[in-house]
């Protein structure tokens, strides 16, 4: 079964830093790129952060540039977000979403998701 | 980055058509073939649902169609159906980034 499931989230004070995870399994991990794609609660979808299958073409929301890293593990199967300088408006459901190709710009949609880890920022 | 502009609601009855437009601009909808579109039910993750602006994935119904005139990108379901009552999200590449519109609710009557 093709799944994604994030890891990592919960209640942070602003300005801390907390790393979010996600498993792939049921896919050739190294194929395909991935992205975080984020829903504050009761709004619309963001797309906040893409990474090529190799790592070597990543791309960030303006929001999120010089505050988020994107890594991925293709050993671990894994995709990771390292958020630092977290902020109130950064509070949301974070999921992790396959990409149809190997480049995050090649097709750039959204086929698998996981279910979303929520991140609270708040004192 | 400003999210793409989609109305907030649009409804149907059953049987019937409906679009829902998606507009950006000429650094993002405009210049590129890469919008695809979102289902979303309550409490559950996102549905990819057309891609490069008028792609079905597998397993979507050929009820649901994508097109792109311009700086505006459109999904039309055709044939509603209650299950079709949920949150439309279109997204496009913007050049290094990506764009989310604000999302549509569509009601089935």
């Known amino acids: 079964e093709v799944q994604l499931v994030e890891s990592g989230g919960g209640l942070v004070q602003p300005g801390r830093s907390l790393r979010l995870s996600c498993a792939a399994s049921?896919?050739?991990?190294?194929?395909?790129?991935m992205h975080w794609v984020r829903q504050a609660p009761g709004k619309g979808l963001e797309w906040v952060s893409g990474?090529?299958?190799?790592?070597?073409?990543?791309g960030y929301a303006d929001s999120v540039k010089g505050r988020f890293t994107i890594s991925r593990d293709n050993a671990k199967n894994s995709l990771y977000l390292q958020m630092n300088s977290l902020r109130a408006e950064d509070t949301a459901l974070y999921y992790c979403?396959?990409?149809?190709?190997?480049?995050?710009?090649?097709?750039?949609?959204?086929?698998?998701w996981g279910q979303g880890t929520m991140v609270t920022v708040s004192s | 980055q400003s999210a793409l502009t989609q109305p907030a609601s649009v409804s149907g009855s059953p049987g019937q058509s409906i679009t829902i437009s998606c507009t950006g601009t000429?650094?993002?909808?405009?210049?590129?073939?890469?919008v695809s579109w979102y289902q979303q039910h309550p409490g559950k993750a996102p549905k990819l649902m057309i891609y490069?602006?008028?792609k079905r994935p597998s397993g979507v119904s050929n009820r649901f169609s994508g097109s792109k005139s311009g700086n505006t990108a459109s999904l039309t379901i055709s044939g509603l159906q209650a299950e079709d009552e949920a949150d439309y999200y279109c997204?496009?590449?913007?050049?290094?980034?990506?764009?989310f519109g604000g999302g549509t609710k569509l009601t089935v009557l």
């Open positions: 979403a396959k990409d149809l190709g190997s480049s995050w710009y090649a097709f750039h949609a959204f086929d698998i």
């Open positions: 049921g896919f050739t991990f190294d194929d395909y790129a």
């Open positions: 990474i090529s299958w190799n790592s070597g073409s990543i």
């Open positions: 000429s650094s993002d909808v405009g210049s590129y073939n890469l």
């Open positions: 490069e602006g008028s």
């Open positions: 997204c496009s590449y913007a050049g290094s980034k990506g764009v």
